[in-house]
């Protein structure tokens, strides 16, 4: 992902399951969205400003959540997260499982931020968004730079032809790729921005402006057409009239209002007085009273997402402008206690959290978002059982005393255990002792100061590994910055070097595809696309590497020869032993405790008008983001009404992904 590696930033926690779609109706039209009911303007609220809308370049979900109502591509998702025509009508797939031949519908527009046609979306667009892409480094190139034929060495120098890239346009309405190996899951990559078209003309019209978080810096070629982008104040959209499907466009104008986080009760307010039709509610505030009295039967729970958010080690720190150490030596104790694996390891099991979670959503549900590893558990089947369970018996076998009795499915504990965590922390003081680390180590961990939630949750991290290691031997200082201080240090930390904590929750990471390797692929010490999260830079972006000896240590060379292993099997009847070999690299990765899987995003509760299970679903690409196929009920939705409507949509998602296959 180059230098900006982090897709997901926290704060979107203090929202709804889907920051976006939790969108709400802003009063006074009643026009009918859905068979004469709900409202057709809607409002609610952001927490990060737009920083681009280059599409093929960003992969911050902060721009992704506006820029996939804007801009599509050849296939999107149905509401159950099968794949279906958007752009494209109809393909095929050669018998090899290497070319790819896409038809793409007529008389698609491109139009311009006042609305006026512009020109025709044509197959030569999407060679020239593939060429941009590269041409700006994207953020995003890691999704297809080792998947379409020629791309890499284009890419790296090693030829400067770009027609000897896998993309081609055949005729003005048949796009063709040609892939370096097969990919069973290439067509959910088609889902993803940088694989969206641009039209030349208006590129170069625009030059070092296209995608500027300006309304005017992009054609649009979508449901909707960005009209405001001000600045920690408003974002505004209205419905492309002129897109191709816009039957299924039930929305006509969306407001979102920027939102610090430093009233969460306001939220629910703006819902009460009829502002908004959703609102995220917090079971521990003093507002919550007044949600249960008069929505207590309306009170659901979100589904947690395939985003995994993690506590992250910094391994190869260089920055100390947020900290409490004093001295060189309190940091050097802490970098080798750090590198040390037992140390991680007690931290890990030291950590609770379902306390942690309630900090966010109350007691109630707290488990429900709990992801005990980086891949959700059930995110593909491997002979039918569920990934996460060949991962725990992976893992068991690499170290029983260690990893026999934890648990890698979601939504439960599967990783406290106080005993275990002082058994293996006194290892590694022993280890480390022997180093002549000075106790206790210190470990700054940078919050945002004016998030109450967040902060809470830094509180709670605190608390259950001080109180399970004891503050003599680990203390948690919580750095409280103001927004721009924290999110310099974290998320918007642009290099390895910049990356000013010990320990960070700042962010975490999403699928782009249907396969493990999305996941897994983010800590390959060559190219990870979150490497730098771990104070790392990866080793084909970096010439000089400052991170080689660190890697070294950490023995990543192992990791990236099970990454390798895994990648050889490419045929459609070898998936099975894909998958499984994946599975020997996050056993790895889980074992290693480079980063630790704290909660799922989602499994959230709010209150809200919109009808559930209309909007476009799937793991992977930017589907959760859409507002296409959205529509709202006159009254909140009730907790009888949600549960009758999560059963008849899981039925329907079994029925129809049968029939896909």
């Known amino acids: 992902m180059s230098n900006k590696m982090k897709k997901f930033v926290v704060p979107s926690l203090l929202l709804s399951s889907t920051v976006l779609l939790a969108a709400c109706s802003s009063g006074g039209d009643k026009k009918a969205s859905d068979g004469g009911k709900g409202e057709s303007n809607y409002s609610y609220v952001y927490s990060t400003d737009i920083n681009s809308l280059d599409y093929t370049f960003s992969s911050?979900?902060?721009?992704?959540?506006?820029?996939?109502?804007?801009?599509?591509?050849?296939?999107?998702?149905?509401?159950?997260?099968?794949?279906?025509?958007?752009?494209a009508k109809s393909w095929e797939v050669s018998d090899d499982g290497l070319t790819y031949t896409y038809h793409l519908r007529k008389g698609v527009k491109w139009v311009d931020n006042e609305g006026n046609d512009y020109a025709e979306v044509?197959?030569?667009?999407?060679?020239?968004?593939?060429k941009h892409a590269v041409d700006v480094k994207s953020e995003t190139l890691y999704v297809v730079q080792d998947s379409i034929k020629g791309l890499d060495d284009?890419?790296?120098?090693?030829?400067?032809?770009?027609?000897?890239?896998?993309?081609?346009?055949v005729d003005d309405y048949t796009l063709q790729y040609t892939l370096a190996r097969p990919e069973s899951y290439w067509n959910s990559k088609l889902t993803y921005g940088i694989l969206f078209?641009?039209?030349?003309?208006?590129?170069?019209?625009?030059?070092?402006?296209?995608?500027?978080?300006?309304?005017?810096?992009?054609?649009?070629?979508?449901?909707?057409?960005?009209?405001?982008?001000?600045?920690?104040s408003v974002i505004e959209y209205k419905k492309n009239d002129s897109y191709w499907d816009k039957k299924h466009v039930y929305i006509n104008n969306i407001k979102l209002t920027y939102y610090d986080g430093t009233n969460p009760d306001s939220l629910f307010k703006e819902f009460d007085q009829g502002n908004y039709t959703v609102a995220r509610v917090y079971p521990n505030s003093g507002g919550y009273k007044d949600v249960e009295a008069k929505y207590?039967?309306?009170?659901?729970?979100?589904?947690?997402?395939?985003?995994?958010?993690?506590?992250?080690?910094?391994?190869?720190?260089?920055?100390?402008?947020?900290?409490?150490?004093?001295?060189?030596?309190?940091?050097?104790?802490?970098?080798?206690?750090?590198?040390?694996?037992?140390?991680?390891?007690?931290?890990?099991?030291?950590?609770?959290?379902?306390?942690?979670?309630?900090?966010?959503?109350?007691?109630?549900?707290?488990?429900?978002?709990?992801?005990?590893?980086?891949?959700?558990?059930?995110?593909?089947?491997?002979?039918?059982?569920?990934?996460?369970?060949?991962?725990?018996?992976?893992?068991?076998?690499?170290?029983?005393?260690?990893?026999?009795?934890?648990?890698?499915?979601?939504?439960?504990?599967?990783?406290?255990?106080?005993?275990?965590?002082?058994?293996?922390?006194?290892?590694?003081?022993?280890?480390?002792?022997?180093?002549?680390?000075?106790?206790?180590?210190?470990?700054?961990?940078?919050?945002?100061?004016?998030?109450?939630?967040?902060?809470?949750?830094?509180?709670?991290?605190?608390?259950?590994?001080?109180?399970?290691?004891?503050?003599?031997?680990?203390?948690?200082?919580?750095?409280?910055?103001?927004?721009?201080?924290?999110?310099?240090?974290?998320?918007?930390?642009?290099?390895?070097?910049?990356?000013?904590?010990?320990?960070?929750t700042a962010s975490g990471w999403g699928p782009d595809y249907q396969d493990p390797s999305t996941y897994l692929d983010i800590y390959d010490s060559r190219s990870g696309a979150q490497l730098q999260n771990l104070g790392l830079e990866p080793s084909e972006i970096a010439k000089d590497n400052p991170s080689a000896q660190v890697v070294n240590e950490l023995k990543l060379a192992e990791y990236d020869a099970l990454l390798d292993k895994a990648a050889k099997f490419t045929a459609v009847e070898d998936v099975n032993k894909r998958y499984d070999a994946y599975a020997d690299a996050e056993a790895?990765?889980?074992?290693?405790?480079?980063?630790?899987?704290?909660?799922?995003?989602?499994?959230?509760?709010?209150?809200?008008?919109?009808?559930?299970?209309?909007?476009?679903?799937?793991?992977?690409?930017?589907?959760?983001?859409?507002?296409?196929?959205?529509?709202?009920?006159?009254?909140?939705?009730?907790?009888?009404?949600?549960?009758?409507?999560?059963?008849?949509?899981?039925?329907?998602?079994?029925?129809?992904?049968?029939n896909t296959k």
């Open 122 to 130: 044509k197959a030569q667009d999407f060679v020239t968004g593939l």
């Open 154 to 169: 284009y890419v790296k120098g090693a030829t400067k032809d770009f027609s000897t890239v896998g993309v081609k346009a």
């Open 296 to 504: 207590g039967d309306a009170i659901n729970f979100s589904r947690p997402t395939g985003t995994t958010y993690n506590m992250t080690f910094n391994f190869d720190r260089k920055a100390y402008n947020a900290t409490s150490k004093k001295t060189d030596a309190e940091k050097d104790s802490t970098h080798k206690a750090i590198m040390n694996k037992n140390f991680r390891l007690a931290v890990e099991f030291a950590i609770n959290k379902t306390d942690y979670n309630a900090q966010n959503v109350g007691k109630t549900g707290a488990e429900n978002a709990i992801r005990n590893m980086l891949t959700p558990d059930s995110f593909v089947t491997i002979d039918g059982k569920n990934y996460g369970d060949v991962v725990q018996e992976k893992l068991a076998k690499l170290d029983p005393d260690t990893f026999s009795d934890v648990k890698l499915a979601d939504s439960q504990e599967g990783w406290f255990n106080a005993d275990k965590a002082k058994s293996l922390f006194e290892k590694a003081k022993s280890e480390l002792q022997a180093q002549g680390v000075q106790f206790p180590i210190h470990l700054d961990l940078p919050q945002d100061e004016k998030t109450e939630v967040l902060v809470n949750q830094a509180k709670s991290l605190k608390h259950s590994i001080e109180s399970t290691l004891g503050k003599d031997n680990v203390v948690i200082d919580i750095q409280l910055l103001n927004e721009d201080k924290y999110l310099a240090a974290t998320y918007q930390a642009t290099t390895a070097a910049d990356q000013d904590y010990d320990i960070s």
């Open 60 to 87: 911050r979900t902060s721009n992704s959540d506006h820029f996939a109502n804007f801009v599509e591509g050849l296939l999107e998702n149905d509401q159950y997260g099968n794949l279906k025509p958007a752009l």
């Open 588 to 658: 790895w990765l889980t074992a290693n405790a480079l980063q630790i899987p704290l909660i799922a995003f989602g499994a959230t509760p709010s209150v809200s008008k919109l009808v559930p299970f209309n909007a476009q679903y799937s793991w992977t690409g930017l589907a959760k983001s859409k507002f296409k196929g959205v529509k709202i009920q006159d009254k909140a939705v009730t907790t009888k009404e949600y549960q009758k409507a999560l059963k008849n949509w899981e039925e329907k998602r079994l029925e129809t992904a049968e």
């Open 197 to 232: 078209p641009v039209n030349e003309e208006f590129l170069k019209s625009k030059g070092k402006d296209f995608g500027q978080p300006s309304p005017d810096s992009i054609l649009y070629n979508s449901a909707y057409i960005l009209t405001n982008n001000t600045a920690k």
